[in-house]
């Protein structure tokens, strides 16, 4: 015979409740979500990376690109409505911009986070035109909106999509890479140009030489060669000496002398370190640029105590007032130097003088030539002027000590 089954009454009611409180919770969400699928934007924020330092793209641009100039009304549009994906790949179309991410809030306000390009060169192609180039090797056009300064490469063949002009990037990013990484180098080197074997040239801020530089292979020792031998030689002998600099071969700059060379004129130009100059100027510009960044850099000193001028004040030496106050004490080295350039300038005020009685003779023949007449009385006192006060006789009052006029008697 089969057994019966036993139905639990309990367990039924228990699966009912728990169909019914789940087919609730399902409707309720729907219908949130419905609800809030009908609402529209409240706002719409733009944020783009860096932009306290660089206004490659403005936030007003962003909205134009990708609601304005698409005819959208997108305060009005129902939320689920707005097709993000669509607005993100419009933006990233933008050569300045490098990447876009759009989403919406639970306070519905459209979130729009934009990246933008960095250029870190300009390039100026055998063709005439020119453009900017980021680190990700990406190629952005002029703008008028703004002028950016950076390195410049000239005389670049003419780039496409192809391995060689993609191989070629890398070498010009390599090389720009390194000299504005280079405080010294990044002030030195005013224009790369590319040669036809794909090599490089560098134009130097200070001085005519052609650095042949080669291939992106040993940048760093090449630049320690240079650099060296800027200190060394070109610091000593001058810096037009030498029409050439070839760094290509290892561990030695080939230099080509300038026919004909004349050396420096004014000793103390020739005499000044210029290599230490331009890097001290520079990273005092990186020190100032830094503090205005940070906020928290504090100024720099105005002199160092090495460079401060002493005062009067401050106590002569001890050696110095020994020898002065002694008779019989020898000169010392300086005091000789001062008693003969005293001597010297006695030589030239005589010297001078001479010469302007040399060159009017005649004036000082005039004057004694001349006869001296003698008045009569009658015509000395016809022809008596008044007595100005500084030619009348003085006295001199014994408690003042001042000289009393005759008119004031």
């Given amino acids: 015979m089969a057994q019966k ?244 071969f290892k561990g030695q700059v080939v230099a080509s002398p300038a026919l004909p060379y004349k050396g420096p004129v004014d000793k103390g130009i020739g005499d000044l370190d210029w290599v230490k100059m331009i890097e001290a100027t520079e990273a005092r510009k990186d020190s100032v640029e830094a503090s205005k960044t940070s906020g928290k850099g504090k100024p720099e000193a105005v002199a160092n105590k090495k460079d401060v001028k002493p005062s009067g004040k401050e106590k002569e030496k001890p050696g110095a007032s020994a020898n002065a106050s002694k008779p019989g004490a020898k000169p010392t080295a300086d005091a000789h130097k001062r008693e003969v350039k005293k001597e010297e300038k006695r030589e030239v005020k005589k010297e001078v003088n001479k010469d302007v009685k040399d060159a009017h003779p005649a004036k000082t023949e005039v004057k004694a030539a001349q006869p001296v007449k003698k008045e009569s009385k009658g015509e000395q006192k016809d022809k008596k002027e008044p007595i100005k006060p500084e030619q009348r006789p003085k006295e001199i009052d014994k408690k003042t000590g001042k000289y009393i006029y005759q008119e004031h008697k």
């Fill in 5 to 248: 089954l036993k139905i639990s009454v309990r367990k039924v009611l228990q699966a009912l409740f728990t169909l019914v409180v789940a087919t609730c919770c399902i409707v309720a969400v729907i219908s949130a979500s419905k609800i809030e699928s009908n609402k529209t934007l409240s706002k719409v924020e733009v944020q783009i990376k860096s932009q306290r330092l660089y206004h490659f793209v403005e936030e007003q641009q962003i909205i134009d690109e990708a609601i304005t100039n698409r005819n959208i009304d997108i305060m009005h549009v129902p939320v689920s409505k707005v097709d993000l994906k669509s607005m993100e790949q419009v933006l990233k179309a933008d050569p300045w911009v490098a990447d876009a991410q759009l989403y919406i809030d639970n306070n519905l306000v459209l979130h729009m986070l934009i990246t933008q390009r960095i250029p870190i060169a300009r390039l100026f192609d055998r063709t005439g035109n020119s453009y900017y180039m980021d680190k990700t090797l990406n190629t952005m056009p002029l703008s008028d909106n703004f002028k950016y300064y950076t390195s410049v490469v000239t005389n670049v063949p003419v780039l496409g999509a192809d391995t060689q002009s993609l191989w070629l990037k890398k070498q010009i990013y390599a090389m720009v890479h390194s000299i504005q990484n280079d405080t010294f180098w990044n002030a030195q080197v005013s224009q790369i140009i590319v040669d036809s074997d794909y090599s490089f040239e560098l134009v130097p801020v200070l001085g005519d030489q052609r650095i042949i530089f080669g291939d992106t292979s040993r940048m760093a020792e090449k630049f320690s060669n240079v650099h060296s031998f800027y200190k060394n030689v070109l610091n000593r002998i001058g810096w037009d000496k030498y029409e050439t600099l070839d760094l290509r």
